[in-house]
Each structure stands twice: as C-alpha cells, then as structure tokens.
C-alpha cells in the first residue's frame, strides 16, 4: 500500500512538473515580438498580397492567435475550448505547424521514433563505455589504466560533437565504408519494416550512437571512479577482505553496488540531455531526427511545432 500510495504521489509530482514546464516553454517561446503569422501578415502586406493577408488572418483566429497569451496556452493545452472545441495536446491534437503547413503530429511522426531510438542507443553506448572504464580507473588508480582512461576521458569531454561527426562523417566513410549522413538508406523511407531497412537502420547509427554518447561517456565514467574511490576508502572494505574476500569479489559484492545508485540515477538526465544536445549532430549528419526540426521551427517561431518537440523532451 505504502508503494502505491508512494507512486500515485510520483505520478502527480510529474504532472504538476510538466504543467509548470509547459508553461514555461510557452512564455519562452512567445517571448520574441510577433509570431510566424504576425511576420507572414507584415511581409505580404509590404509586397500587396492582400489575397495572402487574409487566408493568414483567418489562421490567426482559427488557431486563438489573436486571443491573450493565458488563454492561447489553455486552448494549446486543451484546459479551454478554442474555435475547434476542446482540441489541446491533452486531447491529442498536436497543432499546426504553419511553417510545414501540414498537422504537427504528421511532422514528427517518424522522426519522434527515430529519435528515442538514437539516444537509446547512444545511452546504451554510455553504460558499456563508462562503467567497466570507470571501474577499471578506480581499481586501478594511478596506474596507467586509470590515466588512459583519464585522458579517453577528456578527450571525449573536450571535443564539440559537431567536430567529432564531421572527422568520423569523412573517415568512417573513407576507410570503413560506413553510410553517409541520414539514418536509413533513401530507398527504405517511407516503407514498413524489414530485415533489410533495419540493418540500414543499424549501420547508420554506427556514426551518430558514438559521437552522440562520447561526452556522455566521458562524464558518467569521471563520476562512476570518484564515487568509487570514495568507497574503497571506507572500513568495510577492510573487513571485508579481512574475513577472506578476494578483491575482485569483495569489489563486486560491496562497493560497486553501493557506487552503482548514483550512476543508474544519471542516465535520467542523461537521456533529455542527449536528445536536446544533438541538434547541432542531426543537423551535420543530416539525421531525420527532431534536432533539425526543432531547430527549423524555433527559427521561424513556429510555436506550435516548437512547443511540442520542447514538451516531448520534458516529458
């Protein structure tokens, strides 16, 4: 009972958080003057589009835009009826991205999937890369383990994504024959899956998965061999090999689960982290992931694309 009562509060502190989020991504989008359709209405007019002037003023009262910003966030929401009734993102519709001028949920349908497969992928290539390298530093501690480890490790924190996908985009190609930019070949677009499309798949995701998880990495193995230095250090583990533990399993059995909790509760920041980090990698390697798209809609303040990549990252 006492789990339950504990989750139904976690299930709630959520929500309350992505209320609060969600108000805040809204103010900050709405922050600069005007908006996609307050800009479009000022360019037509100063080119005598009267034709164009009108269908964008029917958009701006079709969509609320011409209402308060506390309201326009209730109808976004769907707390509120708009001119569509209640129609919000808690009722499923997503909006419309003015900029594509096609429905939101058309725009990142796929791109939503092959985004969460990349950062699962690039987080599953953080946890095999930083934990044995951050055990094997702190086991091995000023050794030349732990300093080759120590220096994979600022390297890793120290070189911009975007350098790093730009020399593997060249040599990976040039000297491994791995596929170049996108995450499928173009044939496979559009189609259903298959065996083929997701080797494609998984070929291309060779370049992004490494490059996305190498700072990543870099960081959680510094944390994870701190964390367990600190343990070594403490009594137990003298009492622990005192009473005939072999090192290796004292280490396993004591002070690698303890040093373990702090590095699980990273990949929870790891993974938003990720996703809104690697704009600037979709962009070089042309990824058909919602980086791009996000960085398209936030240039031209289409609010409502923006708001909804920026709330599926909260989320």
């Known amino acids: 009972m006492a789990m339950l009562r504990f989750a139904v509060f976690r299930f709630i502190t959520m929500l309350a958080t992505l209320v609060v989020v969600s108000v805040m991504i809204f103010a900050i989008i709405n922050l600069p003057p005007g908006d996609y359709l307050s800009n479009q209405i000022n360019e037509l007019r100063a080119t005598g589009q009267e034709a164009g002037v009108a269908k964008a003023e029917f958009l701006r009262t079709e969509y609320a835009l011409d209402r308060p910003l506390w309201q326009q966030y209730l109808i976004w929401i769907g707390f509120i009826p708009g001119p569509q009734g209640y129609a919000g993102l808690i009722q499923g519709n997503f909006g419309w991205s003015f900029e594509f001028d096609r ?159 702090p590095f699980v509760a990273d990949i929870g920041n790891l993974l938003p982290a990720m996703v809104s980090g690697s704009v600037l990698v979709s962009v070089v390697l042309g990824l058909q992931t919602i980086g791009p798209t996000l960085l398209t809609a936030l240039k031209t303040q289409d609010r409502f694309l923006a708001g909804f990549v920026l709330l599926f990252v909260a989320l």
């Open 103 to 261: 429905p939101v949920a058309e725009i990142v349908g796929d791109k939503l999937w092959l985004t969460v497969l990349v950062n699962l992928a690039a987080v599953a290539f953080v946890c095999l890369l930083a934990l044995p390298l951050g055990v094997m530093a702190a086991w091995r501690s000023r050794t030349w383990v732990d300093y080759s480890a120590a220096f994979v490790g600022y390297l890793g924190l120290a070189t911009p994504n975007f350098l790093l996908a730009l020399i593997l985009f060249y040599y990976g190609h040039r000297y491994l024959n791995l596929p170049i930019g996108g995450l499928m070949d173009p044939q496979f677009e559009g189609q259903p899956m298959t065996w083929e499309k997701a080797r494609s798949v998984l070929m291309h995701l060779i370049v992004p998965t490494f490059v996305i998880g190498t700072s990543g990495a870099a960081a959680m193995m510094q944390r994870l061999r701190a964390n367990l230095l600190d343990e070594l250090s403490k009594p137990y583990v003298e009492t622990a090999v005192a009473k005939g533990l072999t090192p290796r399993r004292m280490l396993v059995k004591y002070p690698l689960r303890v040093a373990f909790n």
